[in-house]
């Protein structure tokens, strides 16, 4: 007996309809589990498409465009799709294939790198027309073992759904839940996947595909229906999401990966704050034990706790004071703290040809160890090889403090010097770098004679 026809008698059996559901979608009580999910796919997958973008970027040391696929889903009829931010992610150009065949550009209305989703819109859809879109369901209600799809584009081969079931319902991956929890499935996501929905069997967007394991096994990562709900207002209205950022670094009261455990059974433990934010100003201390935020309780027992305390924090507004109730020694307290905006999560970047590298802002929360040396300032982003920047010596990393006499703080700053120095070039080929390299202050010469390009 094959496969499917192993879980259809099992599912038959349950009365053919996916675990964790009291009873079966209306009409569908004498189903095999086959056309559960031939329904379910049916109702999503003409709303699945395939997004290409052209990227263009500056890592190897010059401005660079390169094609790069992924997947989205259409959400509403009039041509909203939903697909990942890094998808999208420094595109110039985005264009959807719809399951019809029909290829249509689309439009960026808004993204969010921290919790990776963007909002696209379909630029040439008829005023008539209405387009197959795809409900957003309810991810709460999810269980470990139900069944779902992974709908998208694996390696850019256009559309393709995948089945499994849902091995945990609120994964924390460090690095990677810093507003939000992940639905894991063992339905297949590959390269290309990412940006597609994961359906439910009734036929209903639970999650965003977003991350998954290339090797050792099939397993997945998605953002989960409910973080996309308080995703999609923000951008309609704003084009971002509007973080709002405190400063404060966070620690469940069951901190098994450090082994520490702290003698208390509610609130979240400070582990520290951030120089000059608005909980350092606030007298927000380590070790403090928070227990509400205006009012509402907060509670962290383990590290799946965190993402929503740090969503409510983010969502506070911005510029008006928040009272923080804590306990410090024993001793409950009081504090304000007024939240500021935390804006760009990632520095701007330029090309700086003829010197063959490419330079970036400092931002705290893209490079935190460079910020901690230089708050605002220029760091040497790519550098080409061949060029004149990898001759010299100039490395990726190098926070610039001066050329030539002249300091650096900003983008505008090297984009005069640079100007300058190609109409001088025939007078004068070398420019005195300044840098700061792993906290030490160093000069290099960048000889800019030779034209790699052209040679």
């Given amino acids: 007996m094959n496969r499917w026809c192993v879980v259809g008698a099992v599912l038959a059996g349950l009365g053919g309809f996916a675990p964790g559901q009291e009873s079966a979608p209306a009409g569908m009580d004498r189903l095999d589990f086959r056309e559960v999910i031939r329904q379910a796919k049916g109702k999503v997958f003409p709303a699945v498409v395939f997004v290409k973008c052209v990227r263009e970027g500056h890592e190897s040391g010059k401005r660079e465009s390169q094609e790069v696929g992924g997947s989205g889903v259409i959400i509403s009829p009039d041509g909203e799709v939903l697909t990942n931010w890094h998808v999208v992610d420094k595109a110039i150009s985005v264009r959807c294939l719809l399951s019809d065949g029909r290829a249509m550009t689309a439009r960026v209305l808004g993204t969010d790198k921290d919790i990776d989703l963007a909002l696209l819109r379909l630029e040439d859809v008829r005023p008539d027309e209405a387009l197959p879109s795809a409900p957003i369901g309810d991810s709460e209600v999810l269980k470990e073992g139900d069944f779902v799809m992974a709908m998208g584009a694996p390696w850019g081969m256009n559309r393709s759904v995948s089945i499994g079931i849902v091995s945990c319902t609120r994964r924390f991956l460090p690095q990677s839940s810093q507003y939000s929890l992940w639905l894991q499935t063992d339905a297949a996501i590959s390269p290309g996947n990412s940006g597609g929905p994961l359906v439910n069997t009734e036929g209903q967007i639970v999650g965003i595909n977003t991350l998954g394991v290339m090797f050792g096994g099939d397993m997945g990562f998605a953002i989960p229906s409910d973080t996309i709900r308080q995703f999609l207002p923000q951008i309609r209205q704003f084009s971002r999401m509007n973080w709002s950022w405190t400063g404060l670094q966070l620690q469940p009261l069951r901190d098994f990966n450090r082994n520490i455990y702290f003698d208390a059974a509610e609130g979240v433990i400070v582990a520290g704050t951030d120089p000059r934010s608005p909980a350092s100003e606030a007298g927000v201390q380590a070790k403090d034990r928070i227990l509400r935020i205006d009012g509402t309780p907060v509670n962290a027992v383990t590290e799946e706790d965190l993402p929503g305390v740090r969503r409510r924090l983010g969502l506070l507004p911005r510029n008006e004071s928040a009272v923080i109730d804590l306990v410090r020694d024993g001793t409950a307290m009081s504090l304000r703290l007024v939240p500021r905006e935390k804006g760009k ?38 550098v080409k090889s061949p060029g004149n920047a990898a001759a010299s010596g100039l490395r990726e990393r190098d926070i610039l403090l001066r050329i030539d006499e002249r300091d650096v703080t900003t983008l505008d700053d090297v984009r005069i010097i640079h100007a300058a120095s190609l109409e001088q070039v025939r007078r004068t080929h070398r420019l005195v770098f300044t840098v700061l390299r792993n906290g030490q202050r160093r000069q290099v010469v960048l000889d800019i004679s030779r034209d790699y390009e052209k040679e």
């Fill in 345 to 382: 999560v990632e520095g701007d970047e330029l090309d700086c040809p003829r010197w063959d590298l490419a330079v970036k802002t400092i931002n705290q929360f893209d490079t935190p160890d460079l910020h901690f040396h230089r708050q605002e300032g220029v760091f040497v982003f790519g």
